[in-house]
């Protein structure tokens, strides 16, 4: 069920933010069906849809659909915000 390599993304994204000390929940997940109620748990949750939708929650709340094809810049782009956020 998973729409985009799901695997990769994480590993980018462990690696790219590996610096951070404060904590801050990311919930990637390849699966519509699953994925959701993973989602409603993190700060920053991501959920594989088809046709390139991905549906993303913010503190636990579906907040939009992207239709981004590079999710690990707009993952990126999330969690520098949601870093600013905490300062």
């Known amino acids: 069920r ?8 994480v590993k980018i994204i462990e690696k790219k933010f590996a610096f951070i000390k404060k ?5 990637i997940l ?7 109620g993973e989602a409603m ?3 920053i949750g991501i959920t ?5 939708n991905h ?7 579906k907040n939009y659909v992207s239709k981004n094809k590079n999710l690990v810049t707009e993952i990126s782009n999330l969690i ?6 905490n300062d």
Do not use: A, E, M
């Open 2 to 9: 998973q729409q985009f390599d799901v695997i990769n993304t």
């Open 23 to 27: 904590p801050i929940t990311v919930s």
């Open 30 to 36: 390849g699966c519509v069906v699953n994925g959701p």
């Open 41 to 43: 748990h993190t700060d």
């Open 48 to 52: 594989g849809g088809g046709n390139n």
């Open 55 to 61: 549906q993303v929650y913010i503190n636990g709340k």
């Open 80 to 85: 520098r915000k949601q870093l600013k956020k």
